[in-house]
């Protein structure tokens, strides 16, 4: 199988654009962003992305979103007084996150760009986030250390990957063994048949993966139910208590060492 491109990458999520088959309203309308946020918000409440991202301490500081999909995340730091930038590697999702931002009456840089090659300045921000994104493109270590080249010295990383030690990848192995299909395809259709590339990190790996970051701290959330006649089952309010060990996101919150370059 060749290697991952690019190329590759671009041409999927172009057209398939993050979690829109699952919206139905136009993307771009008001409609769309507001039924997004709910389903996002489902998964991780109003309450737990101000206390992910620290929303609040970044009034006045410059913020970028590596992948910043339709918008949501920059549009709170935006709110809350923050300068924001964000990058994605497709025109679809810019678009998107420019029409969030005209309808929210905020204002925001957007730029199409791959992480792997950030646009941007050595140490041009006091914080970089990125949510669900680093592990889909093919240089996922080169696209790390690019973002820390763009922090400034002492600054916050707010990031999430796939977690190998949850629910979700038990599944997936269950059904690569059951079926004879590669493990790996199947890790890639969580986001939808044709994605080239989404890997997985236990936390271990992923400490090692960020190992130029200072003072990480790792948490782990999101655990759903098995779909079932257009309900999940076991209910989320009976696995609760499970997905800080079992759920699927992997988040990582850190900082640039007020020393580096």
Known sequence: MPDTTLRDVRAFWEHNPVAASAVPFEPGTQEFFDYYDRLREQNESRDFSYRLHEYTRFVGKRVLDVGCGNGYVLSRFAREGAEVCGIDLTETAVGLSRQRFALGGLSGRFVVGSA???????ASFDCVTSMGVLHHTPDTARAVAEVHRVLK???????????????????????????????????????????PKGDVYSRDELRALLHDFTDLE?????????????????????????????????YAKGHKSATAA
């Open 153 to 195: 010295p002492g600054g916050r990383l707010i990031v999430m990957f796939y977690h190998r030690d949850s629910a979700v990848y038990r599944r997936l192995q269950l059904r690569a063994r059951r079926t004879g299909r590669p493990l790996q395809d199947f890790v890639n259709e969580v986001d939808g048949v044709g994605n």
């Open 218 to 250: 790792l948490s782990v959330g999101m655990l759903q139910g098995i779909p079932i006649r257009g309900h999940r089952f076991p209910p989320k309010v009976l696995l609760r208590p499970f997905a800080s060990r079992w759920g699927w996101f992997l």
């Open 116 to 122: 792997e090659e950030l646009p941007f300045g050595t």
